[in-house]
């Protein structure tokens, strides 16, 4: 089975202000996906942005963005002029091409944004 | 009306107890997944479809069982409630390639005292 790691559990940023989430992943695969899930305290999960992994340009929307490191296996979100309704628990994904198109997430990230 | 529906939004059980978590969609889509979400582990896969007749357990199908009743339909049942089952139920919904994302229900919160 893959394995996606956040290794922050918690995080913080001032309104306005810029914040990096960080996510890891182990595949031995080479045709996959990334994504990233926003889940605010409605409890919905939103879809925040996607990643081909063939593809070395990282993708942007709107204020959210991505780097994403194929060989490290890295795929962090960046949130740029952070604004009170992206506070919410974000979950990183990895969708294998393999064993049915699975989706494996990591643990999530819970992010406060202060006034 | 939602894209994914699931009922109950929430439910409070008792031990021992048999329970059925449903789930429709109007997204026309042949997969459709249940995951279990616990505070600090994530989202983890019990069960998904790829069609009425094709029903695959996924990382945590211990204690679950599933019945897809029709194309829109996925249901999940609780034979016997356990404590430890205790969590926040998601049915997603994807097409065949998943290649941009799931479609998610607004969840089930499952409580078993």
């Known amino acids: 089975a893959q394995t996606v790691t956040q290794s922050q559990p918690e995080m913080s940023v001032q309104e306005a202000e810029t914040v990096t989430l960080s996510c890891t992943y182990d595949t031995s695969e080479s045709d996959y996906y990334l994504f990233w899930y926003k889940q605010p305290p409605s409890r919905q999960m939103i879809l925040v942005i996607r990643q081909e992994a063939y593809k070395q340009q990282n993708a942007t929307e709107n204020r959210f963005s991505v780097n994403f490191q194929k060989a490290a296996k890295s795929f962090s979100l960046k949130i740029s002029d952070s604004q009170l309704g992206d506070a919410a628990m974000y979950f990183c994904?990895?969708?294998?091409?393999?064993?049915?198109?699975?989706?494996?997430f990591g643990t999530g990230t819970s992010l406060t944004v202060i006034p | 009306d939602a894209d994914v529906t699931q009922t109950p939004r929430n439910r409070i059980t008792k031990t021992g107890k048999r329970i059925m978590l449903e789930c429709s969609q109007t997204k026309g889509h042949d997969r459709m997944y249940w995951y279990r979400q616990d505070p600090g582990l994530g989202l983890r896969l019990i069960y998904y479809?790829?069609?009425?007749?094709?029903?695959n357990k996924g990382e945590i199908s211990d204690g679950y069982s599933v019945s897809r009743q029709a194309q829109a339909k996925f249901s999940l049942s609780l034979e016997s409630a356990i404590p430890n089952q205790t969590a926040l139920y998601f049915c997603?919904?994807?097409?065949?390639?998943?290649?941009?994302?799931?479609?998610f229900g607004s969840g089930t919160r499952l409580t078993v005292v």
């Open positions: 479809s790829f069609d009425v007749k094709d029903i």
């Open positions: 994904a990895y969708r294998s091409p393999n064993t049915g198109n699975q989706f494996y």
């Open positions: 997603a919904t994807s097409d065949l390639t998943a290649n941009y994302g799931y479609t």
